[in-house]
């Protein structure tokens, strides 16, 4: 199958740190990415995983388990214009197949 | 410049007509999708096209029709709107993935288009 699992909706407030989880459960994987989506506007990209591991940038942080079929978009020093929509996105037969995403609220 | 652009952004037509959206990009990519958002923000790929070719076709309606005149442009036609069509449609290219350091997809800023 190709389900793709993440939260609805999480909250937080400014300058804390937020972990949003993605679990999939795909054959033929070939990478994990995290897109952002402000409201009205187009995805951009976060990151990409491909191996096991953490990648970091800056405030953004992105962890990937290929044996556990889970990933984690980290988010540290959480700032007001981080409220967004997070899609976790599957890599799997030439396209990307994209969660329902996790809209986060961050408040001061 | 904007990488991938799509016109028109609004759109707002009603049932039965014939539509159509156009993108383009000047990245350069060999590979151009259009996926479509619903109202509870779930993005699903459409079509995808590679070189002018066409590569996927998810389970659409026919009502849909991609053309590619070049790889820089994917336009999207759809016949017969109907009410369930309304959605934003975001056009997206992209080169080969490759591993660890492509940036994925570029997406336009999408097409918010409703059928009354």
């Known amino acids: 199958g190709q389900n793709i699992d993440q939260p609805t909706e999480m909250t937080a407030t400014e300058g804390a740190i937020v972990q949003i989880n993605c679990t999939y459960q795909?054959?033929?994987?070939?990478?994990l990415f995290w897109y952002q989506q402000h409201a009205g506007e187009a995805p951009t990209f976060l990151s990409y995983?491909?191996?096991?591991g953490l990648e970091e940038k800056g405030r953004f942080s992105s962890f990937l388990s290929r044996s556990k079929g889970y990933s984690y978009l980290l988010l540290k020093e959480l700032q007001m214009k981080d409220s967004a929509s997070y899609l976790c996105?599957?890599?799997?037969?030439?396209?990307?197949?994209f969660g329902t995403g996790t809209r986060l609220q961050v408040f001061p | 410049d904007t990488a991938v652009s799509q016109t028109p952004k609004y759109l707002v037509t009603q049932m039965g007509n014939d539509k159509s959206i156009k993108c383009e990009q000047n990245?350069?990519?060999?590979?151009m999708y259009w996926y479509k958002q619903d109202s509870k923000k779930f993005l699903k790929i459409m079509f995808s096209?590679?070189?002018?070719?066409?590569?996927i076709n998810e389970t659409v309606p026919n009502r849909f029709s991609p053309k590619s005149p070049d790889k820089a442009h994917l336009n999207l036609h759809i016949n017969s709107l109907e009410l369930g069509d309304s959605a934003v449609y975001f056009c997206?290219?992209?080169?080969?993935?490759?591993?660890?350091?492509?940036?994925?997809?570029?997406f336009g800023s999408g097409t918010r288009l409703t059928v009354v």
């Open positions: 990245l350069g990519h060999d590979t």
């Open positions: 996105a599957d890599y799997n037969t030439d396209k990307l197949i």
């Open positions: 096209y590679n070189n002018k070719e066409l590569i």
């Open positions: 997206a290219s992209s080169q080969e993935i490759e591993v660890q350091g492509n940036y994925g997809y570029t």
């Open positions: 795909t054959s033929g994987f070939n990478g």
């Open positions: 995983n491909v191996l096991d």
